[in-house]
């Protein structure tokens, strides 16, 4: 691939497309953001002025969008796809319904679009290193067309199955990801409330049968682990406002697949709450801060 177009440039689009440019391969970018644009023309992209202007010459389609709506207006209301040229493989990396995913995926099947669902897994940190999983759903054959641009930006590929699969996979991890965070950090503070360092009482429960991957990559309280956001002060990361947005889809899911998750609806009141105090725009991790403050 000679260039490849690159729509939504935030914590983990920017990151994805420097990766790519790095690799050799040019960038056409585009945001909303002016912010975001000025950044990805100092890393040296083809920053545009439309979302339409990002398919020129382009081998390979890139969407990393905040949420449903963003999706449906770009590809169904702005009509993108109409504009996308049937040589472009659309790797759709939002995090966003399954049902949204479908219905877009089955607009670009009409138009003889290749598209797949790509949701990834490993947060900023594994943007900026390069080491993000690809969860994806859609064509297997499409897939293959797309696995360089996946082996750029990550280490772990993995087919989930037909259009909307990669959603639902996704949407299951992060509900999952969503209740040990807040046990890990439930648990650390109970431990410090009687007594523990709290890095000697992760150590013990990170090697035993409470080991989780909150305590062996992303520790939620301040200071036990270096270089993860609960040591400098929750900032950057994964966002509580996203974290939510991720559990009212994962209860949508539930709901219209009469699934029992009563975890998942506690870890979403939890989360709830965290964004109502004003902490939205902070890690997930400070979740920590409702058992502590």
């Given at each position: 691939m000679k260039r490849v177009g690159f729509i939504g440039l935030g914590n983990m689009g920017l990151p994805m497309a420097s990766n790519i440019l790095k690799a050799g391969i040019e960038i056409n970018a585009f945001d909303l953001s002016v912010y975001a644009m000025l950044k990805a023309d100092e890393l040296g992209?083809?920053?545009?002025?439309?979302?339409?202007?990002v398919l020129e010459n382009i081998d390979a389609l890139i969407?990393?969008?905040?949420n449903d709506m963003a999706v449906e207006n770009i590809f169904l209301k702005e009509?993108?796809?109409g504009e996308i040229n049937k040589d472009i493989i659309v790797i759709e990396s939002s995090t966003i319904s399954p049902q949204v995913t479908k219905k877009v995926s089955k607009e670009a099947a009409k138009?003889?679009?290749?598209?797949l669902d790509a949701p990834v897994s490993g947060g900023v940190k594994g943007a900026e290193l390069g080491t993000l999983t690809f969860i994806v759903g859609g064509n297997d054959e499409h897939l293959k067309k797309a696995t360089p641009l996946f082996e750029?930006?990550?280490?772990?590929?993995?087919y989930a199955g037909p259009s909307g699969s990669g959603q639902v996979a996704k949407l299951c991890n992060n509900m999952l990801l969503a209740i040990h965070m807040c046990g890990t950090a439930e648990t650390i503070a109970m431990g410090v409330n009687n007594g523990m360092d709290p890095a000697i009482l992760s150590e013990i429960m990170k090697n035993s049968s409470g080991g989780n991957w909150s305590l062996e990559k992303y520790n939620p309280f301040p200071g036990v682990m270096d270089e993860v956001p609960?040591?400098?002060n929750y900032s950057g990361g994964f966002l509580n406002s996203l974290m939510l947005k991720d559990l009212n889809l994962?209860?949508?899911?539930a709901t219209q697949s009469e699934s029992n998750t009563p975890l998942g609806k506690l870890a979403k009141e939890l989360y709830q709450e965290l964004n109502n105090q004003g902490f939205e725009n902070l890690d997930f991790s400070s979740i920590q801060k409702s058992y502590l403050d």
């Open positions: 992209m083809k920053t545009k002025n439309t979302a339409s202007e969407t990393m969008l905040p009509n993108l796809l138009m003889d679009i290749a598209m750029i930006m990550g280490d772990k590929t993995f609960a040591s400098n994962a209860e949508e899911l």
